[in-house]
């Protein structure tokens, strides 16, 4: 408040501050919204083993115009975290998410369409924007829910 840190009291999830309000008075409030992975509910058969990004109630996705085409050869998760970073350019103004992901290798199919597992994922650096932006750019794909990598 002013300046200064100043306890709040809490009700029913709602936070007051009582005081007696002074012409100028700033209230400046510090809402920590860390970048979460989380996963759908067991019974979501379609996003078994997939993770979605959250930041505070905000779902992000990938876009193919940010992080190329295939995003269907991403995974996430076992490394660093997604940093949010504003963008003032993109949008009029978002918190993009920027972090690494793997990216499976498409080498060495030689036409089949099935083969014993080699999966060979290379580190990809991966940009991901708030659900509610996509479709505002390049036509491309778009993915919400990620493939969890498997345990390296």
């Given amino acids: 408040m002013n300046g200064t840190a100043c306890a709040l009291e ?30 759908a509910h067991p019974e979501v058969r379609a996003d078994a083993g997939r993770v979605a990004l959250q930041r505070g109630p905000l779902v ?25 970073r504003w963008e003032p350019g993109l949008f009029g103004g978002v918190v993009a998410l920027d972090g690494k992901g793997f990216r499976r290798e498409r080498a060495g199919w030689q036409g089949r369409p099935y083969r014993p597992v080699d999966a060979q994922l290379r580190p990809t650096p991966l940009r991901a924007i708030p659900c509610y932006a996509w479709a505002n750019r390049e036509l491309g794909d778009m993915l919400v829910w990620l493939r969890q990598c498997p345990a390296r």
Avoid: K
């Fill in 60 to 84: 992000y996705c990938l876009e193919e115009e940010d992080n190329g085409p295939n995003l269907q050869d991403i995974c996430v998760g076992g490394g660093e975290p997604f940093q949010a």
């Fill in 10 to 39: 809490t009700d029913d999830g709602y936070a007051r501050l009582r005081r007696s309000w002074q012409p100028g008075d700033r209230v400046r409030l510090h809402l920590p919204m860390p970048v979460e992975l989380i996963e």
